[in-house]
């Protein structure tokens, strides 16, 4: 089991910026597929961005483009910048981790991960 813990998210007005960081303990972080995920209230969980062990990376159609998901393994964090941000990317943002030996791999639903986050609040304003 890896602990992540997510950071950096706040209130922001429409069109600004914010870069959230998910800080990883416990494991091996080289060895975990990495996603970010959203969840407004009232709403499902929603797939934001995954990024693989080899770095590969891939978007929801709604952020791509604007979002921008990152690892540095050396420090054990995952990054999700995030610009032109709109009052409909409001939410609460958790990362996601899952062990797997395919270093090309990501994953899309959150019943593919195994570890989560206690989330970060993130408020567009327009």
């Known amino acids: 089991q890896v602990q992540l813990v997510e950071s950096g998210g706040g209130l922001v007005q429409a069109g600004g910026s914010l870069r959230l960081s998910c800080a990883a303990s416990?494991?091996?972080?080289?060895?975990?597929?990495m996603g970010w995920f959203r969840q407004a209230p009232g709403k499902e969980r929603e797939f934001v961005a995954a990024i693989s062990r080899s770095a590969t990376t891939t978007y929801a159609d709604s952020v791509k483009g604007r979002f921008t998901i990152s690892r540095d393994n050396a420090k054990n964090t995952m990054y999700l910048q995030m610009i032109t941000l709109k009052p409909g990317d409001t939410a609460v943002y958790l990362c996601?981790?899952?062990?797997?030996?395919?270093?090309?791999?990501?994953?899309?639903?959150?019943?593919?991960?195994?570890?989560w986050g206690q989330g970060t609040q993130v408020t567009v304003s327009s």
């Open positions: 416990g494991r091996t972080f080289s060895n975990y597929a």
């Open positions: 996601a981790a899952r062990s797997t030996p395919y270093s090309g791999s990501y994953y899309y639903s959150p019943d593919d991960y195994d570890d």
